[in-house]
């Protein structure tokens, strides 16, 4: 990221830390804010953040890192959630999950070279009586199939 | 004249296509020249059949499903909009006998009702247990939630009116409520459709327990995965306290109740009350060791009531209707109702509200007729990931805490999910741990630790020559999970995966009798 680009961010992060400051047990609500803004939390925005609301940085870090929701760097232009629980299971995600990472040309956790997608598994979506689940951005799919995922994903390759 | 539709705005009908099928009767509507009403209900809670649409009829609403956007024009032709007859019509909805079969107490409105019209929830029963809570000293209430025996419906089952009492007797600056609506357990939904449904039932029960114990602050806590619950729960609260059911004021009682959504961060081990504190406090969800108490010393160090979402649901009715008919409703120590949910590998998945009593087989077989593949059931797993998977042999068992407890299951918070006989159960227990060892806290070696070192064991199960020698130790790692963990997380994964071993030693490539050592 050029300095350019940098400056806007830290005052970004600057100003919600602000808006949260007085909130009781601020930390998860400002890290949604930054991350429903940038996309991620970026490491530069530890030390504000600590300093901002009178924590270590190794608090900040340490509760970044403990939540799966939260990242640490930029996803893909796509993020394709595969639920993996039990109900999901039941109806076939795990050949779904192995289809999406072949689809996609990315691991679970991981963004393909292009930048295009991220996979992330996903425990649970509440759609456990119409498994399995999909998540691509913020639109819910439920009843997945192989056809159906391949659609999906077609679909996205389109709106590059 | 103008028709009214009803197309649900449930989650689990826009992942089936409910926003397209909306634009569908819209644009049909339109070039047909006729005037439409389309309104966003609840779901009822039959997914298979979503998107469920229903036409206001005289003879009352009749459905249509599971509708496509392209069947709508077909729709149109068959003069749906007075209950013509379709390959998707379904008749009246009420008299569908997977709803007309249930007991619907907390469900009542459900797919009935619009989510956010406050019209909608006081004209079918709601703000009347509020109402009553306001005539009434604390006490009084605390009383009434004690006499119905409601018990916490998120999986543990302590009475709620326990807790009320325990906080309603400190003494402190600050007490709080606090709702857990982080459902991770795969296999649940009810406190999904809770929120994005019929969010005031929520309100309100939460008003009810803050005026009941004396606290005026209230934070319900939902998983970032429901990002459409989070906003139906955001502007149900700001329209209540509009509308004066919260706030400085409550109803005009001069006590005050104040609501905040907690926006969770996709950690499963959140949804342990303590653990879920400590994320509401901006820590990382690390599990507290008790005593003290929440009820003492629970957020911020404050005394604070926990319950569940339905928990807190249940409390409007009860206080609407007294906790007699409430009672009136269940077995033994397991009274009321439970909204069961069916998942997984089911033909007709979805909601059933009944009285505890009933049997797993009426549910998976006379509501949820059978396997979604065709195929037999082989496995069922009853209370969320961290419930056993029961057999075809318990099937008969009623539902209720007792029973359950009494064969080593759980009904938790009401999740079933079925497996085929496509299903290696041995892969399933291994996912337990595996899941485990994902999810720990950190906090307990047995859990931290042990998760692991079960997934390494069950591997060599399928590979050690001295199989009996790895189930010994598989079950030693068990006992010492069940015993030495700090909650449920550690303590409740050995369920699964005991069970599958039970039941199933087949798929470990064991004998029944190399599968029972210890």
Known sequence: MNSTQALPEQALIQQLVQQHADEPGALLPLLHDIQDKLGFIPASSVAAIAEGLNLSRAEVHGVITYYHHFRSTAPGKHVIQVCRAEACQSCGSEELWALAEKLLGCNGHETSANGMYSLEPVYCLGLCASSPAVQIGDKLHSRVNQAKLTRLVKSLESVA | ?518
Request: net charge negative.
């Open chain 2, 1 to 518: 004249m103008s028709f009214t539709v009803f197309v649900p705005c449930d989650s689990a009908a826009l992942a089936a296509g409910a926003d397209e099928v909306v634009d569908a009767i819209h644009k049909e509507a339109a070039a047909r020249g006729l005037a439409i009403d389309v309104q966003r209900n609840s779901s009822r809670g039959m997914f298979w059949l979503e998107p469920l649409v229903e036409v206001v009829t005289p003879q009352g609403r009749i459905g249509y499903g599971p509708v496509a956007f392209e069947d709508v024009p077909s729709l149109f032709s068959a003069d749906f909009l007075n209950g013509g007859q379709h390959p998707l019509s379904l008749g009246i909805t009420d008299q569908i006998p997977y709803l007309a079969k249930q007991q619907r107490l907390t469900f009542a409105r459900m797919g009935i009702t619009r989510p956010l019209s406050l019209d909608d929830y006081a004209a079918h029963g709601g703000w009347v247990g509020l109402k009553n809570t306001v005539a009434m000293d604390g006490s009084a209430v605390v009383q009434e939630v004690l006499d119905s025996g409601l018990r916490g419906r998120g999986g543990a089952a302590f009475p709620a009116g326990i807790k009320w009492r325990t906080v309603r007797g400190t003494t402190a600056a600050q007490k709080y409520v606090v709702c857990n609506a982080d459902e991770g357990d795969s296999g649940t939904f009810s406190d999904r459709m809770t929120m994005e449904g019929d969010p005031y039932m929520l309100i309100e029960g939460m008003a009810i327990a803050g005026l009941a114990v004396g606290a005026t602050k209230g934070y319900i806590y939902i998983r970032s995965e429901y990002p459409h619950g989070i906003a139906t729960m955001q502007t149900a609260i700001a329209m209540a306290e509009s509308a004066g059911y919260l706030g400085a004021n409550v109803l005009g009682s001069g006590k005050a109740f104040h609501l905040i959504v907690r926006k969770a961060a996709g950690s499963y081990v959140c949804g342990e009350e303590t653990a879920m504190l400590e994320s509401i406090e901006g820590k990382r969800g690390i599990v507290r060791a008790k005593p003290p108490l929440p009820a003492l010393e629970g957020l911020f160090g404050q005394p604070t009531v926990i319950n569940n979402v339905i928990t807190l649901a249940s409390v409007p009715i009860i206080m609407a209707k007294g906790a007699a008919f409430y009672k009136d409703f269940g077995v033994g120590r397991s009274t009321g109702t439970l909204p069961f949910q069916i998942a997984g590998n089911i033909l007709q998945g979805g909601l059933v509200e009944r009285a505890f009593g009933l049997t797993l087989r009426e549910l998976l077989i006379d509501f949820g007729g059978g396997s979604r593949s065709g195929r037999p059931i082989k496995a069922v797993q009853v209370g969320g990931p961290l419930g056993a998977y029961v057999p075809e042999s318990q099937w008969d068992v009623p539902l209720d805490y007792e029973a359950y407890a009494a064969m080593g299951a759980v009904v938790g918070h009401g999740g079933i999910v079925v497996h085929d006989d496509s299903a290696n159960m041995a892969k399933l227990a291994r996912y337990a741990m595996e899941f485990c060892a994902i999810e720990s806290c950190g906090k307990c070696t047995p859990c931290r630790i042990g998760s692991t070192r079960g997934m390494e064991t069950i591997d060599r199960i399928g590979t050690s020559k001295n199989k009996e020698q790895q189930v010994h130790l598989l079950r030693d790692l068990c006992n010492t999970m069940l015993h030495g963990s700090l909650c449920a997380m550690g303590g409740m994964t050995p369920y699964p995966v005991l069970s599958a071993l039970n039941h199933y030693p087949a798929d470990f490539g064991l004998e029944t009798k190399e599968a029972q050592v210890l």
